[in-house]
């Protein structure tokens, strides 16, 4: 036969195509799940970050922000800032909200002044407002309103004044920017601030300077040339580019590691590929026989049927990039306020591309090898392949799998954002498959060197497992990958859920309380005595800072701040104290005498020393009010962030801020009973001061926790249909020499319940023993992310875990032997004809 052009090639194709259809069911089934999962998850990222950048303005609240801890800015520095563009100042800072009726609760109270805001639209559920409330009068959010019943026209208290209620907040413009917050908001106008006498010499707040630049300006150059001009400010700067910095970080992180569970789900459904298209390729043995009979040569008929599987592939992965443009409409239009910014409508081109070449990749790296075995095997050789076996791959096919591989390792590490995480995690997959095959070689050795059952049908379910056209290797994988992914699941699910019980320790304090005045820290402590004789209270003293030097080198002249070196971003707690703090054990350098009256000496966290290179005898400087003080470092410390104690970074030695004002922060753990009293007692008896309850902050922290785990669930789902789905293509693409064995065992006298007990057993030797290999590989793939990702305990729940495996197995045992019943079905004669 000739060279025939692609056109009659492709007629060829598209009509034998049309005939059995339905045979490239699984390769179109397992492309369009992971095309659509990674073309969904890259879409989200994209969306949120990309309206997070166009809405920075907004959620900055300006063009470029100064933020300054503990004052509020001099008149030299609104000059500068006025200097620049039209600035808007606000104050921020932790609350009590007092009802009338005495119930009180902590709350986020800003001031803003009469430009707020200078971006965005601050809205009432009574419409829009610009600049401040009313003198006299509060706007409040919904959840304040609903927690303590206080509705508009009624009053409210904080600190020392009492405010109308003006309204009840729809929508705050800046309120992602704002960051975490303990307590629903409540602002007032920057005038009717003093009057509540919640700003002390050292209290705890935060003054922001937002300002709307000209057109024409460049935020970090403006930003610098103002540092330079006021160096000893000590302000945290930040531009519109990146208004919300960790959620930003944060989505991006979260969106790589989802992508790659996405890919993983696409690697897995390509096993189904490549299973799908062997089953195609088997059914469609007679046509490829009658081309070569014809004189058609081995390309053409390469050509032929891979026009028809690229057609196949290309719809599907269509049909998955149509899913996953339109998923984040819907996951916006679903998920509500869980999602930081509501993405809108639009087509992010870069994740749809990377989908669609992870698709097309994936189909030529496992839809290759059984297509380009029917290319050396002569047409008698295509009509006893159900007894005699398939060709070896060749050299040239290796190659290009081999390629296609290396692009899609390439293509992941080089959009990923940390390149070596993805490696790893590619790293880590690749050997699991490389695992799980050399098990299926080692399970047919074992059983063809096994000495022979006496009984028949178990004699039947170990040859089964050995004899030639087995299809040992390709149910070891697809019921190895099934296993696997449902205990990785199960104990992620549960180390999240036991980090979750985990937050509260069982001797957790009731309260935090913030801004309690040095001077009335022993009434403070009698108080709470009087209240609960065998209360436990820790008070220390709390100021803010930014770190501006270390070893010598300034923070601000830094090009990239060194990995994990999160205190040097903004301004952080620091304390003083004479003994080493509960919850710390020092691990190098020793801790000052209890009377040390020296040059200022400080201990750091081990961890965050090392991200900074510190050894014993280095500088650190901190801005404190706009003085900077340099410390040596004496010591390091551990310190167990989990307790729910006063745990800092940073902490100096006495006498190192005596010159700054500065306010106490307390624990307070008390019995149930007296939480209710000292909930009421403490806002009245200090205004300043503000209330934490433990309970609520256990809210927010498994809220997030519970998302992360939900978002961890959703893309998993996927890779466990994807398993699903090589299991049941698999199990299609040794149907025909089932049918086969099944016909001959009828023929010799077998019953359908005999036949199907072989295959049980067969299903059943698998399952146990993949069962417990998958336990070890799960396991170590959850260690990884749990620890490493997120940076939590690894404590699966064993009976959880147990029952999932035992319910993953017998899952596996359930489709294998429902796709096994319809060969039970197989009449001899009409089998025989059509082999």
């Known amino acids: 036969m000739s060279v025939l052009p692609l056109a009659t090639l492709w007629r060829i194709a598209r009509r034998d195509l049309a005939t059995r259809i339905r045979g490239l069911r699984l390769l179109a089934v397992c492309l369009f799940l992971g095309v659509a999962t990674l073309a969904a998850i890259g879409s989200l990222t994209s969306g949120i970050t990309s309206e997070l950048e166009r809405r920075g303005q907004t959620i900055l609240g300006g063009d470029i922000e100064f933020s300054l801890p503990q004052r509020e800015a001099s008149a030299e520095e609104m000059a ?21 009726g005495g119930d009180a609760l902590l709350s986020e109270l800003k001031g803003v002044d009469g430009a707020y805001p200078l971006y965005g639209t601050m809205r009432l559920e009574s419409g829009a407002r610009r600049g401040a409330p009313p003198a006299g009068s509060i706007w409040i959010g919904k959840d304040l309103a609903s927690r303590l019943g206080l509705t508009v026209g009624g009053d409210v208290k904080f600190g020392e004044k009492s405010f109308r209620i003006d309204g009840v907040i729809a929508e705050e413009p800046d309120r992602l920017g704002e960051g975490f917050t303990l307590g629903p908001v409540a602002i007032i106008g920057l005038g009717d601030l003093p009057a509540t006498q919640l700003i002390q010499p050292g209290s705890l707040y935060e003054s922001k300077y937002r300002v709307r630049l000209p057109a024409s300006a460049n935020p970090a150059a403006v930003g610098k040339a103002l540092s330079a001009r006021f160096p000893d400010a000590g302000w945290d700067i930040t531009d519109s580019s990146n208004g919300a910095p960790g959620t930003r970080r944060f989505i991006e992180r979260m969106g790589q590691f989802l992508s790659l ?26 046509g490829l026989a009658t081309l070569k009979v014809l004189g058609a040569d081995s390309a053409v008929v390469l050509r032929i049927y891979g026009l028809q599987i690229l057609a196949v592939a290309a719809a599907s992965i269509t049909a998955g990039l149509v899913v996953g443009a339109l998923m984040p409409s819907l996951i916006g239009a679903v998920a509500g306020d869980v999602l930081p910014v509501r993405p809108g409508f639009a087509l992010y081109p870069l994740p749809l591309i990377v989908s669609a070449a992870y698709g097309l990749l994936i189909a030529i790296a496992f839809a290759l090898p059984p297509l380009a075995a029917t290319r050396h095997v002569p047409a008698a050789g295509l009509y006893r392949a159900t007894v005699d076996g398939g060709a070896r791959i060749d050299r040239r096919t290796v190659v290009s799998v081999g390629a296609a591989l290396a692009a899609i390792i390439t293509l992941a590490v080089g959009t990923a954002r940390e390149p070596l995480f993805a490696l790893s995690f590619i790293g880590a997959a690749i050997g699991l498959l490389l695992i799980l095959v050399g098990l299926g070689w080692l399970v047919r050795r074992t059983a063809s060197g096994v000495p022979r059952p006496k009984r028949p049908l178990l004699r039947l379910a170990v040859a089964n497992l050995h004899r030639p056209g087995a299809a040992t290797g390709a149910l070891v994988v697809a019921l190895g990958l099934g296993l696997t992914l449902f205990v990785t699941l199960a104990a992620i699910q549960t180390s999240i859920t036991a980090e979750i019980a985990r937050t509260v320790p069982q001797r ?64 952080r707690g620091l304390t003083y104290s004479p003994t080493l703090p509960n919850g710390s054990e020092l691990v190098g350098g020793t801790w000052w005498a209890a009377d040390y009256k020296g040059p200022p000496l400080v201990s750091v966290e081990q961890e965050v020393a090392a991200s900074l290179g510190l050894k014993l005898g280095d500088t650190l400087s901190v801005n404190v009010l706009g003085v900077e003080v340099q410390a040596k470092v004496a010591s390091f410390r551990t310190v167990e962030w989990d307790n729910f104690g006063l745990n800092y970074v940073l902490v100096f030695s006495p006498g190192t801020f005596d010159a700054a004002p500065h306010n ?4 307070v753990a008390v019995p149930p009973k007296a939480e209710v009293e000292l909930a009421r007692s403490i806002p009245r008896a200090f205004p300043s001061a503000s209330l934490i309850q433990v309970r609520d902050v256990v809210s927010q922290v498994t809220t997030l926790l519970t998302q992360m785990s939900q978002a961890i669930a959703a893309a998993a789902s996927i890779a466990i249909l994807a398993g699903i789905a090589v299991l049941i293509g698999a199990i299609a693409a040794s ?5 086969y064995d099944s016909v001959i065992l009828k023929l010799l006298g077998a019953t359908r319940g005999q036949i199907l007990s072989a295959q049980a057993m067969e299903y059943a030797v698998l399952a146990g023993i993949l069962a417990l290999l998958a336990l070890g590989l799960g396991l170590a793939g959850a260690w ?42 197989a009449k001899p004669a009409q089998a025989l004809r059509s082999l």
Do not use: C, H
């Open 735 to 739: 149907r025909e020499r089932r049918v």
């Open 508 to 571: 957790a304090p009731s309260f935090f309380v913030l801004d309690i005045p040095r001077g009335d820290a022993p009434k403070f402590r009698s108080m709470i005595v009087e209240a609960a004789p065998d209360a436990q209270v820790n008070m220390i003293p709390a100021l803010r800072g930014s770190v501006t030097e270390y070893k010598g080198q300034r923070v601000d002249e830094l090009a990239e701040l060194p990995e994990g070196a999160w205190v040097l971003r903004g301004d």
């Open 664 to 667: 106490m922060v307390a624990t």
């Open 80 to 100: 500068g800032f006025r200097s620049i563009g039209a600035p808007s100042a606000t104050v921020r800072l932790r609350a009590m909200a007092n009802a009338p």
């Open 261 to 286: 569970v996405g890919l993983a789900a696409l690697v897995i459904a390509g096993i189904g590929v490549g299973n799908g298209v062997a089953s195609y390729l088997a059914g469609k043995r007679p």
């Open 784 to 825: 990884y992310v749990v620890t490493q990702l997120f940076d939590f305990r690894f404590a699966p729940d064993p009976l959880i875990v147990g029952l999932t495996l035992v319910g993953g197995a017998g899952l596996s045992f359930v489709i294998g032997i429902a796709g096994s019943w319809p060969l039970l079905s």
